[in-house]
């Protein structure tokens, strides 16, 4: 097996033309277990630890964050969990301490798996995925559009992942999983909130229920028109937007859990959640008035 090592990003981007079929490592804790296990036998590694770009965030002018892809969970809890409190959260959940210095949203963007747990807060926030090739430079790829199937996303052959844009903090975001267990855990289903007050507008994102990550548009219209954006949450609007959030679900019975679990499970963090999140909503709205 070849081992490219290159430390800039165009060595990076030439290297992928010249060598499509090189698996790029980043943080390595999805690579190498496949390569421990014998799951897969890539004819190169594609090393990007050296590539200091891709281990950099910045802020736009616009207020939106710009995170190369190599940057690692602790990295973002750390520096980033005022910026983007959704993921923050959900990184806080990854693996143990090991897996969070080493780990990246880049390699779980790479992996696209529907359990990933970086997924389900930039789909609620409206995130932009920036992936290059050498031939046609950069592709901003919207959160929505990435997932094509069960770990398959629309990266190219030629292409590497580079970074991912997230919109300003609008208002409150939580994000909530299920496990087995608290720690070291493979989410059985996650969900994701983000709140948009100023527009009336909401964002929601599944992990661990259907063959992608996925939003539920339906429940998010419904709370957009149902909710009254001035006042306490009804109680029969939370559990009804709990409801849509289960449907939106196309889950499988698997070791982890049943489809049945699975949307039951969805529909109360869903509800969850967005208590959280309008509590939040309403004491920032009573603070400024
Ligand atoms: C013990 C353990 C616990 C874990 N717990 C969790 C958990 O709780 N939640 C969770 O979501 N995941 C978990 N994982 C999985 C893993 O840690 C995450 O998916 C992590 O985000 C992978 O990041 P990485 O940088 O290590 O990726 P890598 O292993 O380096 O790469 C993963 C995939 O992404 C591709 N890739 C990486 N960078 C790029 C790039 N820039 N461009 C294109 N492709 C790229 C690689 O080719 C590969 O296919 C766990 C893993 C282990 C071993």
């Given amino acids: ?54 281990a950099t965030w910045e802020p736009l002018p616009d207020g939106s964050v710009r995170v190369g892809a190599g940057v690692p969970y602790a990295r973002l809890i750390g520096e980033l969990g005022d910026r983007l409190p959704g993921l923050a959260q959900a990184a806080r959940t990854v693996g143990s301490p090991q897996i969070r210095n080493r780990g990246t949203v880049g390699g779980n963007l790479g992996a696209a798996s529907p359990a990933g747990d970086a997924h389900p807060p930039l789909l609620a926030a409206g995130a932009v995925y920036e992936v290059e090739s050498a031939a046609r430079g950069v592709r901003s790829i919207p959160a929505t559009e990435f997932y094509l199937g069960v770990k398959r996303n629309a990266l190219r052959a030629d292409e590497l992942i580079r970074a991912f844009r997230l919109p300003p903090v609008a208002g409150p975001q939580y994000f909530s999983k299920i496990g087995t267990r608290n720690a070291m855990v493979i989410a059985v289903c996650s969900f994701s909130i983000a ?34 954006w001035d006042g306490d ?8 937007f709990g409801e849509l959030v289960g449907a939106a679900a196309s889950p499988i019975d698997d070791v982890r859990g049943t ?17 959280w999140a309008w509590n939040d909503h309403r004491k920032g709205a009573l603070e400024c008035a």
């Avoid at 949450?233 to 009804?240: F, K, P, Q, S, Y």
């Fill in 259 to 275: 489809a049945e679990y699975r949307r039951h499970a969805l529909g109360v963090m869903a509800r969850r959640t967005l208590t």
């Fill in 1 to 54: 097996m070849d081992f490219l090592r290159p430390v800039t990003w165009e060595e990076a981007l030439a290297a992928k033309a010249e060598r499509p079929d090189a698996l790029p490592i980043q943080g390595g804790t999805d690579v190498m277990v496949e390569l421990n296990f014998d799951a897969r036998r890539p004819a190169a590694l594609l090393d990007l630890g050296p590539v200091r770009e891709l």
């Fill in 195 to 228: 709140l948009f007050p100023g527009e009336r507008r909401v964002g929601t994102g599944l992990g661990s229920a259907a063959p992608t990550p996925l939003r539920a548009y339906a429940a998010e219209e419904f709370l957009a028109d149902a909710a009254d």
């Fill in 233 to 240: 949450l009804d109680e029969a609007v939370a559990g009804r």
